[in-house]
Structures are given as C-alpha cells and as structure tokens.
Nanobody, 115 residues
C-alpha cells in the first residue's frame, strides 16, 4: 500500500520561501517518477514540477527558476523548494507518485502567499 504524506506548507509573505516535503512508503521509490501538483480554489489541479527516477526534472513555466524539486531515494523523500513566492502560488500542494499505470496522491498541504 503506497502512502504519501506532505508537510511544510504554511503562510508566507510574497517574496518569501517555503520547503515542502513528501514522505513515501510502500513503494520501491527509487524507480518511481515523483511530482508536485497544486490546486487553487476554483481551478483545476496542475503540474508544478516532476522528477524522474533518472533524476531529470521538469518544471511548469510559471515556477521555472523559482522552484526546485529534489529527491532522496535512501529516505524515500521528495522536496519542493519554493523561492520568490507570489500570491498566485497560493494553493493546496499535492505529492504524486507514479507506479506503472497507477498514480498515488498525498492529502495535500496548504500554501498561502500574502501580498
């Protein structure tokens, strides 16, 4: 049973930083592609960043240069370092794990950026 638990969300002023963490259990992990998604009120869930099992990364245009995704396979953790935060980054952030045809989600962590 795959389980993902996010942490690190909170309230921050524009221009500030936050680091989100996601702890994974129940999977081999090092073979899994991992990602962070976010969903703002009234909007669809969108991909923020992805890190492949190879270590390659992908970023949405809106966060490129400000956010950094990383992983620690030994600890089964994935991180999202968010710098230069903007009010439009306000959303619930979800950790995502891909295993074969299955996708798993955490419960989400709220990030609120005040102007």
């Amino acid at each position: 049973q795959v389980e993902l638990v996010e942490s690190g969300g909170g309230l921050v002023q524009a221009g500030g930083s936050l680091r989100l963490s996601c702890a994974a259990s129940g999977s081999i992990f090092r073979f899994n592609d991992m990602a962070w998604y976010r969903q703002a009120p009234g909007k669809q869930r969108e991909l923020v960043a992805r890190i492949f099992s190879s270590g390659s990364t992908y970023y949405a245009h809106s966060v490129k240069g400000r956010f950094t995704i990383s992983r620690d396979n030994a600890k089964k953790m994935v991180y999202l370092q968010m710098n230069s935060l903007k009010p439009e980054d306000t959303a619930v952030y979800y950790c995502n794990l891909v295993e074969g045809l299955n996708r798993y989600w955490g419960q989400g962590t709220q990030v609120t950026v005040s102007s």
